[in-house]
């Protein structure tokens, strides 16, 4: 397996950048690097939005944002409150709070024990690079699988009747793509049902499938990259 180690060249999302007045340096490299704040977490109101390096970000995946980590870098996270740990990849910037240095996905939050309570102090521990591997040259033994969900409902008859409307549909029945309703928790006490078609294996067929669903009215399909 290939490993990232920094190499000195710098993309743009590991640039110098400026948000709200404030100027921040992005680090060289994440050698050494521990730190104890508060940790917060973002979750259904960016989740599909584009994170800093233009993924998807997925509130159900293990990621987080850092204000001047290089992105990717993996970091151990742990919860003071209870001993918990998790490992998880820098793929966006923030938390733009002057008392948090980490804003962590729902899930991993959520694994910390600390998506109800919102924050939780923590200490951030960088892996060394060897730990994890280089953008686009790594291959996992599971490789990621492409969906496109068609719709988030906290309602389950309506993501079942988007689910029936989508199964109906001529076009995408040629297409021969799964259609299910998954559920996950996202809130306190609260259920998200999200309606995913795949797993697609092509480019052009995923293409497809967005372009049918706009058609049918659902203006913001989103692609899913899980394992």
């Not at 640039?15 to 940790?39: C, H, K, L, M, T």
């Not at 290089?70 to 970091?75: D, E, K, L, N, S």
């Not at 939050?109 to 109800?116: N, Q, Y």
């Not at 996202?186 to 067929?205: A, C, R």
């Given at each position: ?9 710098r ?37 599909g ?119 109906a ?32 294996k ?25 394992n």
């Amino acid at each position: 397996m290939t490993y990232r180690v920094n190499d000195g060249v710098r993309e743009p999302w590991n640039s110098p950048y400026e948000v709200f007045g404030d100027r921040y340096e992005v680090n060289r490299d994440s050698q050494g690097y521990v730190e104890v704040g508060i940790a917060s977490w973002y979750g259904p109101k960016f989740h599909g939005r584009k994170t800093s390096n233009g993924e998807v970000f997925d509130m159900q995946g293990l990621s987080a944002a850092h204000k001047t980590l290089p992105i990717p870098t993996m970091v151990r996270v742990t919860n003071l409150d209870n001993g918990r740990k998790i490992d998880v990849r820098i793929n966006d910037r923030g938390p733009f709070h002057d008392d948090r240095i980490i804003d962590l996905s729902f899930a991993a939050a959520k694994a910390l024990g600390f998506s109800k309570q919102g924050t939780a102090p923590v200490v951030v521990e960088a892996l060394d690079a060897v730990n994890y591997p280089v953008e686009g040259k790594a291959k996992s033994e599971t490789p990621p699988k492409v969906y496109i969900q068609a719709g988030a409902f906290q309602s389950l008859s309506s993501a079942n009747n988007l689910k029936r409307n989508i199964e109906a549909n001529f076009m995408l029945q040629r297409l021969k793509a799964p259609v299910r309703v998954l559920q996950s928790e996202f809130e306190t006490d609260s259920i998200l049902h999200k309606v995913w078609i795949g797993p697609i294996k092509q480019t052009k067929t995923e293409d497809t499938v967005t372009a049918i669903l706009v058609q049918m009215g659902l203006n913001k399909p989103v692609k899913v990259v899980a394992n």
